[in-house]
C-alpha cells in the first residue's frame, strides 16, 4: 500500500512526512479523478464536499461582481490546492465563486469524511492543508492591493509579461484580459492602442504580440519602486 500512496503523495511535500499507514488511509479514501477542459468545477451555491490538489492542469476561479462583470481570482495549478474549496470544506458554506478547468486536468478528490478524519489525526495534514491556506490568503491580498492601487496600464503590462509565451504572444481577447484583471473590455482596448502606439506591442484577432518587452518590464519595475 506504501508503494500505491507514493503514487502522488509524492508530488505534494507537505504530505511526504505522513506515517505510512496515513499515507495509505489518505490514498484509500481520496480518488483521482480526471477532467477535460472546460469542465466546470464548482459553481456559486453548490456544496463543497472534497478538497482538490492538482496533479495536472489549471484551474481558473473567477467571481461576477455587483456590476456584471467577471473577475479572475486565481488559479490553481499543478501541486497546489483551491483555497475556496478548502474554505468552504471548513466552514459547510456554499461556493461563492465559479472553478472552471482551463487544460485538461487531473486532481486528488479528498471526501469531507476523508479530509475530517485526517485533521483530526495528523499534525502533519493540518498544518499542509493550513499553510497552503496561508498562501492563498497573501495571494488574494496582493490581488486586491493591485486593483485598488496600482494603475490598469501597469497591471495589464505586468500580467502580458506573465502570459507571454516564449516567442513573446499572448493569445487572449480584449475580453478575456478584462476579466483577468477585473476591468471592463474597452478598458483594456484604449490601453493597448495606447501600448500599440508607443511601439509596444502588435495586435491581431485573438492574440497580442509583446515587440518591446524591455519598455513593458521597465514600466512594471518604475511602478513597483514608487
Do not use: N
Not at 477542459?37 to 489549471?58: H, K, N, Q, S, V
Not at 504572444?169 to 484580459?177: D, E, F, G, M, N
Amino acid at each position: 500500500m506504501r508503494a500505491v500512496a507514493e503514487s502522488w503523495i509524492d508530488r505534494f511535500p507537505g504530505l511526504m512526512s505522513l506515517p505510512a499507514e496515513l499515507q495509505a488511509d489518505l490514498v484509500g479514501g481520496s480518488e483521482v479523478i480526471s477532467l477535460p477542459r472546460g469542465t466546470t468545477i464548482f459553481r456559486p451555491g453548490e456544496a463543497a464536499d472534497r478538497l482538490l490538489l492538482l496533479l495536472e492542469g489549471t484551474i481558473c476561479v473567477t467571481q461576477k461582481s455587483e456590476t456584471g462583470r467577471d473577475v479572475t481570482l486565481y488559479r490553481v495549478s499543478e501541486g497546489d490546492s483551491c483555497i475556496l474549496t478548502t474554505a468552504c470544506v471548513l466552514a459547510f458554506e456554499e461556493y461563492s465563486a465559479e472553478g472552471i478547468a482551463e487544460t485538461d486536468m487531473r486532481a486528488v478528490a479528498i471526501p469531507r469524511a476523508t479530509f475530517d478524519d485526517m485533521l483530526v489525526r495528523s499534525a502533519i495534514f493540518r498544518e499542509f492543508v493550513f499553510k497552503a491556506y496561508s498562501k492563498r490568503i497573501t495571494d488574494l491580498f496582493a490581488l486586491v492591493d493591485d486593483i485598488v492601487f496600482q494603475r490598469m496600464d501597469v497591471r495589464l503590462a505586468a500580467r502580458l509579461l506573465e502570459l507571454a509565451d516564449d516567442r513573446g504572444i499572448v493569445r487572449a481577447t480584449h475580453q478575456a484580459l478584462g476579466t483577468e484583471l477585473g476591468t471592463a473590455r474597452e478598458v483594456i482596448s484604449r490601453t493597448l492602442a495606447e501600448f500599440q502606439r508607443r511601439g509596444w506591442v502588435e495586435q491581431s484577432r485573438g492574440e497580442v504580440r509583446l515587440v518591446a518587452m524591455a519598455d513593458l518590464q521597465r514600466m512594471v519595475r518604475k511602478a513597483h519602486a514608487q
